[in-house]
């Protein structure tokens, strides 16, 4: 049976429905509607075999469910350089925020000073989701031990008008406030970044049961008007 084949024998579609709605930008033409657990299950039956290889080289993919389960086969690689071979090849190929997100290659964690030279890359790039891709990366990894002032003023520096690019670095704002507060809210306090993207980093901080009310109080403060 072909991969196609057996992502179609899995269709819900009523869990396509629910999917084609959260991914606005997927032609609903282009979604099968596999559930999350089913695709976890089968990448894990298919990184046993032969076939992944062959799947690897055929981008792009016709199918959101073929990225998302390109992406979960990545996660799950051990060797770091071969993990890193294979994201370059599919980044560029990433066409929205789940496939993005759902890119969560475990052995990052055993590299951070290999890794961090890849994300300097990434965060530079042209495209959408390779940018996402590598501010989620310093939001997982770089926040906590690794943390560096310097990090978050490559985030600041990410100039873009693409709503998953924007969404991202407020996220990662947010994040930094709950883990890193200190130096985070300078960040806000000297208006570093684009109205929108202050606003909705302060609201999601403000979300946040990692932040304190004494501190979410204080950024309520820090809003800006919108020009």
């Given amino acids: 049976m072909t991969i196609q084949k057996k992502l179609l024998s899995l269709q819900d579609m009523e869990y396509r429905n629910f999917n084609a709605k959260l991914i606005p930008n997927i032609d609903k033409d282009f979604i099968i ?9 089968f990448a894990k039956e298919l990184a046993k075999s032969e076939k992944v290889s062959a799947f690897f080289k055929t981008l792009p993919h016709q199918y959101f469910e ?22 370059t090849s599919f980044l560029p190929y990433v066409d929205n925020w789940a496939t993005c997100d759902q890119l969560r290659p475990k052995v990052f964690r055993k590299y951070p000073d290999r890794l961090i030279e ?23 990894w770089y926040l906590d031990e690794y943390f560096k002032l310097e990090y978050l003023n ?12 924007n969404m991202m670095r407020a996220w990662y704002f947010a994040t930094a406030l709950a883990k890193q507060y200190d130096a985070a809210v300078r960040i806000i306090e000297e208006n ?6 202050h606003n909705k980093t302060i609201q999601k901080a403000r979300e946040s049961y990692h ?6 109080e204080y950024l309520k403060t820090l809003k800006r008007m919108h020009n």
């Fill in 118 to 140: 890849e994300v300097r890359k990434w965060i530079v790039s042209d495209k959408t989701y390779t940018i996402r891709f590598g501010i989620g990366m310093l939001m997982r």
């Fill in 211 to 216: 932040i304190s009310d004494e501190q979410k």
């Fill in 192 to 197: 570093h970044l684009d109205t929108w993207t």
């Fill in 33 to 41: 509607g596999v559930r999350t657990p089913e695709l976890r299950k």
């Fill in 66 to 87: 073929e990225n998302q389960l390109h992406a979960f086969l990545i996660s799950e690689m051990k060797d770091y350089d071969k993990a890193i071979a294979e994201l």
């Fill in 154 to 165: 490559l985030v600041t520096g990410v100039q873009s008008k693409e709503y998953y690019v």
